[in-house]
């Protein structure tokens, strides 16, 4: 996705801090990503290849989130009596 937006879209690779993979990331670029995939902003830019990655993105997100939640729960029904 990066690099995509980075090759096709430099103004908005610049305007959301020039963000990668894993150099160059900090928390307030890593807000305008989720930002910019939460609120549909990716759409302005009529570009399938990037609606595409977007969209691997969000069911990744997805599953983490439901294995995140899942742990939480585990976590309470197996150490609840104890707290």
């Given amino acids: 996705m990066y690099k995509i937006l980075k090759e096709k879209h430099?103004?908005?690779?610049?305007?959301?801090?020039?963000?990668?993979?894993?150099?160059?990331?900090?928390?307030?670029?890593i807000l305008a990503i989720l930002k910019f995939i939460s609120s549909g902003e990716y759409l302005k830019l009529h570009s399938k290849e990037l609606d595409h990655k977007v969209a691997v993105v969000k069911k990744i997100r997805f599953v983490f989130s439901l294995i995140f939640a899942m742990y939480i729960i585990l976590f309470f029904i197996t150490f609840g009596k104890y707290l």
């Fill in 10 to 29: 430099p103004s908005k690779w610049q305007a959301l801090g020039s963000p990668g993979l894993i150099w160059n990331n900090s928390p307030y670029k």
